[in-house]
């Protein structure tokens, strides 16, 4: 596979991490505390690893969410409590399914009631690719339900959860008032991939810098980041075999990049899209230049 455009972002740094280095280990950073933070969609795969990561760096409550109160779920429940550091740290899981509007009140309410009504740190992970082998089709031949099911959850219901917490967000004067969209660098794609996720990630990109305009003058930052290409389980159905020969990133680099992200606000790069992948300390020697020339936002080439 050739290299990709410079459109794309994906070689945005020259160093290009696909597992976490040792600098950016969870259990060698630390987080402020107190320290709360929500996962939507933390059942397994990257989701599940995110929470352990922040376990391991002393989150002192991780709110989880599943689609449903799976086994899944439980289990991670489990290992988030086995990798803790702090001696503080609540552990709640709850069922809240994104093509639900009303999960994030769901949510919300949990907030509340288990853990004071403290959020530093909405990641908002769940998402579909697809639910029918005909999302990988070319145009003409895409189910419509592949559009609009992506849609739902990749878009309405990372909206609805955000709109659900940023009170509580708000609410908390000395927290990290973060948003993460977790998205991917199939946004960047308009033919290859399941065209329905591709256009509902590019939305998801938009909506992240929407909440950091919206809401920066109040404290409220916000990044939609990549999470490496993962091989996730189960595979997306109807992608292509071949296509798994991609995914070569460690479950667990984004949450140790979301780790190095979110335990001092860096502001310079709310509202900005970012790769689990990028070499940090080239990141922030970019610093300037993104900030200069407002890098890494979904525009117009004129």
């Not at 397994?44 to 449903?68: D, E, P, S, V, W």
């Not at 990749?154 to 008032?177: E, R, S, Y």
């Amino acid at each position: 596979m050739s290299a990709p455009p410079p459109w794309t972002g994906m070689t945005f740094t020259s160093k290009l991490n696909s597992s976490p280095p040792a600098s950016l280990a969870p259990s060698s950073q630390k987080l402020p505390s107190p320290f709360v933070v929500a996962i939507v969609g933390a059942s397994r795969n990257i989701g599940a690893a995110t929470a352990k990561a922040f376990a391991q760096a002393g989150a002192t409550g991780l709110i989880l969410t599943g689609t449903t109160k799976s086994t899944d779920l439980l289990e991670t429940e489990k290992e988030v409590k086995a990798a803790g550091t702090s001696k503080d740290l609540k552990v709640t899981v709850l069922a809240a399914d994104l093509a639900d509007v009303s999960s994030g009140k769901l949510i919300a309410d949990a907030i509340t009631s288990s853990h004071g009504g403290r959020l530093d740190l909405l990641i908002n992970n769940a998402a579909i690719v697809s639910t029918h082998e005909s999302a990988f089709n070319k145009f003409d031949a895409i189910d419509i339900s592949q559009i609009q099911k992506t849609m739902n959850v990749n878009f309405v219901g990372k909206f609805a959860t955000i709109q659900a917490l940023l009170p509580l967000l708000l609410k908390t004067t000395d927290g990290a008032k973060t948003v993460i969209n977790v998205t991917s660098a199939m946004s960047h794609f308009a033919s290859m991939g399941a065209i329905g996720y591709n256009i509902s990630e590019l939305a998801c990109n938009r909506l992240t810098e929407v909440v950091a305009e919206a809401y920066g003058g109040e404290g409220v930052i916000a990044h939609a980041v990549h999470p490496g290409i993962v091989a996730t389980m189960p595979p997306p159905i109807g992608m292509a075999p071949q296509a798994r020969a991609w995914a070569v990133d460690d479950v667990g680099l984004c949450g140790a990049f979301l780790v190095w992200l979110t335990k001092e606000r860096r502001e310079w790069l709310s509202g900005r899209y970012l790769s689990a992948n990028w070499d940090v300390e080239e990141l922030e020697a970019k610093k300037d230049a993104i900030v200069g020339g407002d890098q890494l936002k979904m525009r117009m080439v004129v």
